[in-house]
């Protein structure tokens, strides 16, 4: 290699869900020596969010630092890996996180193949250019093809139109749980290392171009919070040289008045996965640096001298909103810790700060916020964030944003890559047709699971995810992403039965509930606090049915032996964040608490929804 070249590498980890990128960082950190042989580690130490661990995604764009020694030239190399989520509803931060790196490493399963979240972010990542570094992961599985899977990966890349200068890429199989690789198809040496593997991201992946001596130019790319330090902003610089102590110009926007000046208080660095504090940020390192409070995501820190802005970052547009308002059910405040419109909309705001495909809007309601997302995924991890964090809520069922094109209504289009087994495949083409949507391609694999293409408008698709992993009970993968606008697609078909709702506020029975599980699906089981105009249960018939499911058996001295036979409970149904929110119809919400989810309707009192619907 050349003595002039660089010792700094930016690579972002490209790969499906469980195919092992984080278990591969954890591997890389280790064999460099960044945790101590002493130390206790936490396996998956990328996703360290607990909705990623127990959604077994990525959700946050997240970033390692490793120093390898390179024997060939005795000297130290950096590689900053930069995680990526692979779900589309995560767009932005893939977008954000493609923008800091100058590589990819795409970790491909050597039996499962290439699935439709690599094909995501695989197709930003050429899009914008980044040469690839392939890993053929779990070689070691009693089922794994890598020849054919190498052969899967050419015909991806080729699908996705990849240039020839892309598709020659060097590949590496990998044993990452054991930290083993060697290049080409094979099952690594048991005395082996990952050393093939990080030389094949030194002599792949270019080295930053940017100058570190030219004048100043860093972009912001995330944003975070320190207890100490306030907001910080998270990026990589261009070119020039970020120093500790030194003045910075904050430029917000390419027509904004002029930037902010200030001194750097506090510059950080990555190492390992932890910050450490640092001197300076060269061109191509990644920078974490405090005292802006304005700071916004696509600001650039220039030289106060020459304050010359970086274009910003473009995302895509949200497609999908709800409502999030006040929980104003009688048994508000039992649970949560943050209850009032002030807790909610500067949580709300918080979160825009550091993800910008999420957009708030007003409401008539003070109350109420409007919520725009990617997609139901982002909304419910949203969700289920807050009350894990003491929120108390109540949201209504996501809906579609509308788009006029020349003077007629459209509708976001959804691609859904579907991977499931081969005797499911008729499950997905009959729950896709009456939702508006048809298949466009079959593609049948050696592994007993076949590829469904399919198109659908976005509203088509809301529980969608669910019904599969109901009916294909959890074995089914889906992927889907924003392909453009359609003509409205007409009247969608909703739930098939009614709403069973309660008549006042108390504790249910099990003998009013032994009498009403004949006519509804139940959602509460014995001894549940109900109040009136929750819904608790799914009725078989259309049409709300209003009942008392807080009655209790008379009490007499007579007995019969028909009459005290054990009444016999179908466990109710479990909801979930994401079954709850697909279920409702418009004129009902769910009530969010740390501990509870209640289905209700907007208005409780009886007497008031009749007023209304006249």
């Not at 490493?105 to 439709?116: I, T, Y």
């Amino acid at each position: 290699m050349p003595e002039t070249t660089p010792t700094l590498r930016n690579v972002a980890l490209v790969a499906h869900v469980d195919h092992g990128k984080t278990t591969l960082v954890d591997a890389m950190l280790r064999s460099v020596g960044t945790f101590r042989a002493s130390a206790e580690v936490v396996d998956r130490v990328m996703d360290s969010e607990d909705q990623e661990r127990e959604r077994g995604i990525t959700i946050l764009a997240k970033a390692a630092s490793i120093t390898w020694p390179d024997s060939r030239t005795g000297g130290d190399v950096r590689i900053n890996m930069v995680d990526t989520p692979g779900h589309a509803d995560f767009g932005g931060e893939v977008e954000r996180a493609l923008t800091m790196v100058d590589g990819v490493l795409l970790l491909v399963d050597a039996a499962e193949g290439p699935l439709p979240q690599t094909r995501y972010v695989l197709s930003k990542a050429l899009a914008m250019d980044l040469p690839a570094v392939v890993v053929i992961n779990k070689v070691d599985r009693a089922d794994a093809r890598p020849e054919e899977v190498l052969d899967e990966i050419y015909q991806l890349f080729m699908d996705l139109d990849a240039d020839d200068h892309h598709i020659e890429f060097p590949v590496i199989s990998a044993v990452a749980r054991d930290g083993l690789a060697m290049a080409g198809i094979g099952m690594p040496e048991p005395s082996g290392d990952l050393t093939p593997l990080f030389e094949a991201l030194v002599d792949m992946v270019p080295a930053h171009t940017g100058d570190p001596d030219a004048p100043l130019q860093a972009l912001v790319t995330n944003l975070d919070a320190s207890d100490y330090l306030g907001r910080l902003a998270v990026g990589r610089v261009i070119q020039g040289t970020l120093r500790k102590g030194e003045q910075v110009a904050l430029c917000q926007d390419e027509h904004a008045s002029a930037p902010i000046k200030r001194k750097l208080s506090q510059l950080l660095g990555v190492e390992g996965v932890g910050r450490v504090e640092v001197s300076e940020r060269r061109a191509g390192d990644l920078f974490v640096v405090a005292g802006f409070p304005e700071v916004e995501i696509g600001d650039t820190l220039a030289d106060p001298a020459h304050p010359k802005p970086l274009s910003r970052l473009v995302v895509d547009e949200p497609v999908m909103r709800m409502t999030f308002g006040v929980n104003t059910s009688p048994l508000a405040g039992k649970d949560g810790t943050y209850l009032t419109s002030r807790h909610l909309r500067e949580r709300l705001d918080r979160e825009v700060l550091g993800n910008v495909s999420i957009r708030l809007g007003d409401t008539g309601s003070p109350d109420i916020i409007e919520v725009a997302a990617r997609g139901e995924l982002q909304l419910a991890v949203l969700i289920e964030s807050m009350r894990r964090e003491g929120y108390e809520l109540q949201v209504s069922r996501p809906e579609v944003l509308i788009r006029e094109i020349d003077g007629k209504r459209h509708e976001p289009l959804e691609l859904a890559i579907v991977d499931v087994p081969d005797d499911h495949v008729g499950t997905v083409t009959q729950a896709v047709a009456p939702r508006k949507g048809r298949v466009i391609d079959l593609r049948q694999g050696d592994t007993g699971r076949t590829i469904v293409t399919l198109e659908a408008p976005s509203r088509g698709l809301l529980g969608f995810r669910s019904l599969l992993l109901t009916a294909t009970r959890g074995t089914a993968l889906m992927h889907q992403h924003h392909e453009g606008w359609i003509p409205w697609a007409g009247e969608l078909p909703t739930r098939n039965g009614g709403a069973m709702i309660a008549d006042r506020s108390g504790v249910s029975t099990g003998y009013a509930i032994d009498n009403l599980q004949q006519r509804a699906e139940m959602f509460v089981g014995p001894g549940a606090d109900v109040y009136e105009g929750m819904i608790i249960g799914e009725t078989s018939r259309g049409g709300d049915m209003v009942v008392n499911v807080c009655r209790e058996k008379q009490k007499t001295n007579i007995r019969t032996h028909a009459a005290d036979d054990a009444i016999k409970l179908t466990p109710p149904r479990e909801l979930t964040l994401e079954t709850a929110i697909e279920w409702i119809a418009d004129d009902e919400l769910v009530e969010i608490t740390p501990h509870s989810l209640r289905l209700r309707k907007r208005v409780l009192t009886e007497s008031d929804r009749r007023r209304l619907s006249r």
